[in-house]
């Protein structure tokens, strides 16, 4: 009588809804269990399945309570219903608002309601719950087979739909990133039937989806009829297992899992693998007796061997011992070819299925990843799955362009942020050779910990690893099951932990949001310390703080040093920087001091940069667009143009310094001798090739073949001396390394200088006839002293960064008072800048409390038909003090329009330095040239001012002025992280406390 008492408390105690979508105990109804991605066959790939991609009927609505209750009966007549693409996102193809939060829910917190009313201004007031409700046909052929067992699949609906096939309800799902698979056998006949699909874009399944991106609705991913035979082969997995430490022999291991209908009992069926290599030799051929998989009569004897009661189950169903199998890793990603047959007892195949399958060994050792018994550290990426015109629907040639970018930018890992991706990407991934950190479809940021701490929580949680777990168990690339993200850490994360690691022993559980506190170790259900946006041992600007004060700002404080708790000796797990180096807009600064200190120690794993692309949206009229500029409300402007590359994928030089990063070739100079390092892991430098370039003042003098020696993995060795390539030594000589891959690619391009005369060499370069010496007073264009620029996304940062402290100093608008013909002071509300004037020269001293200056020196307005642009110095792209590392010294050419990157949101960029020479063209021959006197200067050519681009909020809103923006600076602040992250370093800000000069020679026709 208690327990009865009590469960109906407990039951009277739990929220109780009449909407499944809103009740986190209805995960499914009537759904099939999760299971491997594949899709089976009987004699060929794609005989058993029909696709339902395409047009389906479509209504749209912005509330549940407009929807058509009996839309899904046959006799409804839909044919005035509007048609839309499946897969498809219902917002841009006109059907509701894309909402773009970073964190936090576009509908009022109450889990798990969604309906709740929200702020009036808030976009989900008037669309609460946008439904959208789909038919269409489909044909089930009469071809006189022998009777099937019929499926349907849907790979990925946001958030949460009902099926029905022939005006009968078949079932419910949700989860937006994860399959769902209903038996629709006893629904369908034979010829045409009818599908109804009504999918709710918010259910209680969005409080675990909280992720950083666009809140879209729809059926974003394939939908499948397929159909199988009585008895089934239901579902597999594969495991590769090194049997010695030399992994020159490995076990392969099959657990196939077998299903039966209508009174089959399997006898006489079996179960055959055959695995071949990539030439189709067959390398492997298994049989096992589908009667004894099956189990039936659940025999005692079967049981103990497979299921004992004590210790834990056994998984290698079918297994084979492979001698001296081709390993993959991300350098040598071979693939075998497997395929699993099931045979009836007349020796006819009746099913099958087939997928590649790579040979490879993870292991946490000594706090190091190894892959097949060598070290690896991690060069990624997170990436999202976005296309500026599809949205969230990923087709084969965008996943194909993302690979390849990812290749040739030297990237060897990605992380799934933050949910399992579609099933092709991580086909891709082991073909290419990517090492993927999959990460479950779980995120509660705006919630914080709260829902892992509950345990009326846990069986959604669970349901997110159990499905991803599930689906990509076979991928060779998976080396991490990640549980989500910025979810707190509770006991449902542990559960989740729990089950992956028991589930799949042969990978690592990763969870950022599992952390110890003040110093201790992380908690022990994760496999790798992880940590969002490190910082670097060195030292960072701390705007505002007094000089010597033993303080930082929040905005840095809150960082953790990675190399820190590498050092740290009560721990000795791998450590990661899941997320880093925030790419917002113009950025990636000291990228390359973070990987000299991952190098520096062995426990240092790498780092998924943030992120891979710009989540901006298309728009014809206004190009791409960011969050607010539908209407949506709440939203985070451009907190979603993060990208390493652009919505559309084209590249920037935060590509190519990111490539010249993630190197494993790469090369320093000591003293006379050059050393070249390998950085690899598992190949020597054998498999690539060098050419070399002698450049003598932007004039290639020399090239020929550099010999690589066979340097093994972590090693280094000298491949020359500097002294041996002779140029002329009073020209700026520079020594130009190009390595290549297999494939002809590009590796990198580094350089050296042989000469170092940079300076003195402007005058050599690309004179023309008939130029004329002038000074600044007599050159007849507007020549002021500049110390502004248009902040970029890392200076307006994540909180009251550089671009704040910019505009309550006027530092674009100061007061100018002019003391004599030499000086003049611009001041600003608590301090002044010294201008001393001569012909050819400033020196600049500044006086009083003033925030740091983004650049020193001035700005020419000419005519915008000074086009032609060249220049001697660092390109071909725009590189600043702490991002110039892929870009070397040379004379380049371009002109001014081609100058400007066109970020969404309008910023600095174009800058230029180690110049020594810059020189404009009009098309009528007049020229305009600047030489540097004493020290190189750094340049850029735009034809907007700062002014222009700092108060466009857009870049359709910028339009090209009738000048030539010429900006000559002696110094320049760096770009930093401060997007989200850590600030500038304080090596590459501008040292308030001495005297800066500019001095140059001014040329013109």
């Avoid at 969002?532 to 701390?542: C, I, S």
């Avoid at 309550?808 to 301090?831: A, F, H, Q």
Wanted: charged content about 25%; glycine content about 6%.
């Amino acid at each position: 009588m208690k327990h009865i008492i009590f469960s109906l408390l407990f039951l009277i105690s739990l929220p109780i809804s009449a909407n499944d979508w809103e009740n986190n105990h209805v995960l499914q109804i009537n759904s099939e269990p999760a299971r491997a991605a594949f899709m089976p066959f009987t004699l060929h790939k794609g005989d058993s399945e029909i696709s339902l991609n395409g047009k389906w009927k479509f209504r749209w609505t912005k509330t549940p309570d407009e929807r058509i209750l009996n839309f899904y009966s046959p006799q409804y007549d839909c044919t005035d219903w509007k048609d839309i693409d499946v897969p498809a996102n219902w917002e841009v193809n006109g059907y509701g608002t894309p909402i773009y939060i970073s964190a936090g829910y576009p509908f009022k917190i109450d889990p798990p309601y969604v309906m709740k009313e929200p702020k009036h201004n808030w976009t989900t007031f008037s669309e609460r719950n946008p439904t959208g409700q789909y038919r269409r046909t489909f044909i089930i052929p009469d071809n006189g087979q022998a009777a099937r067992r019929y499926y349907i699949r849907f790979d990925g609906v946001q958030s949460a739909f009902y099926l029905w096939i022939n005006g009968r309800k078949v079932g419910y799902s949700q989860g937006s990133m994860e399959p769902s698979e209903f038996d629709i056998t006893n629904y369908v006949q034979k010829g045409v039937n009818d599908i109804a699909v009504e999918v709710y874009k918010y259910s209680d399944a969005s409080y675990l989806e909280d992720q950083d991106f666009w809140r879209f609705g729809g059926i974003q991913r394939s939908v499948t009829v397929f159909s199988t035979p009585d008895v089934q082969l239901r579902d597999y997995a594969v495991r590769t297992v090194a049997v010695d430490s030399s992994f020159s022999k490995f076990e392969l291991e099959i657990n196939p899992k077998l299903r039966v209908f209508e009174n089959k009992t399997g006898a006489g069926y079996k179960v055959k693998a055959i695995l071949s290599d990539e030439k189709g030799s067959n390398v492997v051929q298994l049989t096992a007796d589908a009667s004894d998989i099956l189990d039936i009569d659940h025999k005692a004897a079967n049981m103990n061997e497979w299921f004992p009661q004590r210790g834990r189950s056994k998984f290698a169903r079918m297994l084979a011992v492979v001698n001296n199998p081709h390993l993959w890793t991300s350098e040598t990603p071979y693939l075998y070819h497997l395929r699993l047959q099931l045979v009836d007892s007349l020796g006819n195949v009746i099913q099958q299925t087939e997928q590649k399958l790579g040979f490879r060994d993870y292991k946490i050792k000594d706090g190091m990843l190894l892959v097949n018994g060598k070290q690896v550290r991690l060069r990624g990426v997170n990436r999202h799955e976005h296309d500026p015109k599809l949205a969230r629907v990923m087709t084969e040639q965008r996943m194909q362009q993302d690979i390849k970018l990812m290749k040739a930018a030297n990237i060897n890992a990605v992380r799934t942020s933050h949910y399992p991706n579609v099933s092709r990407w991580y086909e891709l991934c082991d073909s290419a050779g990517i090492y993927v950190m999959d990460e479950a479809d779980c995120e509660t940021h705006g919630l914080r910990g709260t829902l892992t701490s509950s345990a009326d929580w846990t069986e959604a949680f669970l349901d997110r690893a159990v499905r991803m777990g599930e689906r990509d168990k076979n991928y060779t690339c998976i080396v991490f099951w990640s549980l989500g993200n910025e979810s707190g850490f509770g006991i449902n994360h542990a559960t989740m932990a729990g089950w992956l690691h028991e589930f799949d022993p042969t990978r690592f559980v990763h969870y950022e949001g599992a952390q110890g506190y003040d110093g201790n170790p992380d908690p022990a259900c994760v496999d790798i310390v992880s940590r969002f946006y490190p910082r670097v041992m060195q030292e960072y600007l701390n705007p505002g703080i007094p000089v010597g004060a033993d303080k930082e700002r929040a905005e840095n404080a809150r960082w953790e040093r990675l190399l820190e708790i590498a050092e740290r000796t009560n721990d000795n797990r791998p450590v990661l920087t899941s997320e880093y180096a925030h790419c917002m807009g113009n950025a990636l600064g000291n990228f390359s001091e973070y990987w000299d200190e991952i190098y520096s120690n062995r426990r240092m794993l790498g780092g998924f940069v943030w992120d891979w692309v710009d989540q901006g949206i298309y728009s014809k009229d206004k190009g791409v667009l960011y969050g607010g500029d539908f209407g949506d409300t709440p939203n985070l402007k451009a907190f979603c143009l993060n990208g390493v590359v652009f919505a559309d994928r084209s590249t920037s030089s935060k590509y190519q310094e990111l490539k010249y990063v993630y190197s494993p070739v790469r090369f320093s100079k000591h003293g006379d001798s050059i050393f070249v390092v390998n950085r690899c892991s598992h190949l020597s430098l054998s498999a690539f090739k060098a050419s070399y370039r002698i450049m003598e003042n932007g004039h290639e003098s020399r090239h020929g073949s550099l010999y690589l020696p066979d340097v093994l993995p972590g090693d280094s060795a000298v491949i020359g001396q500097a002294s041996k390539y002779s140029c002329h030594s009073d020209d700026d000589c520079r020594l130009n390394i190009d390595v290549f891959d297999s494939n002809g690619n590009n590796v990198i391009t580094y350089q050296t200088a042989l000469h170092d005369n940079l300076v003195s060499a402007a005058g050599k370069i690309q004179r023309e006839r008939n130029l004329v010496r002038k000074s600044m007073k007599d050159c007849g264009f507007n020549v002021m002293p500049n110390f502004y620029r248009a902040p970029t996304d890392n200076d307006t940062g994540f909180g009251n960064w550089l671009a704040k402290d910019w505009k309550n100093n006027r530092l674009d608008s100061s007061t100018v008072c002019k003391i004599n013909d030499e000086i003049t002071e611009y001041r600003y509300p608590k301090g002044k800048i010294v201008v001393t004037q001569s012909a050819d020269s400033l020196r600049f001293d500044c006086k009083g409390d003033l925030p740091e200056l983004p650049c020193l020196g001035i700005v020419i307005k000419l005519p915008c038909d000074f086009e032609q642009l060249s220049w001697y110095g660092r390109g071909p792209w725009d590189n600043y003090p702490d991002r110039k590392h892929s870009s070397v010294v040379g004379l380049w050419k371009s002109d001014v329009t081609n100058q400007y990157t066109h970020y969404p949101r309008p910023q600095d960029n174009g800058n230029h330095e180690d110049c020594s020479m810059v020189q404009l063209k009009s098309s009528d021959g007049r020229i305009f040239r600047i030489e540097a006197d004493d020290a190189p200067f750094s340049f850029s050519a735009l034809h907007y001012s700062d002014i222009d681009i700092a108060t466009a909020a857009h870049d359709y809103q910028l339009k090209p002025t009738k000048y030539t923006y010429l900006k000559i600076n002696c110094a320049v602040l760096g770009l930093g992280n401060g997007s989200c992250g850590p600030g500038v370093l304080k090596k590459y800000s501008i040292d308030r406390t001495k005297s800066h000069t500019l001095k140059f020679r001014m040329y013109m026709r």
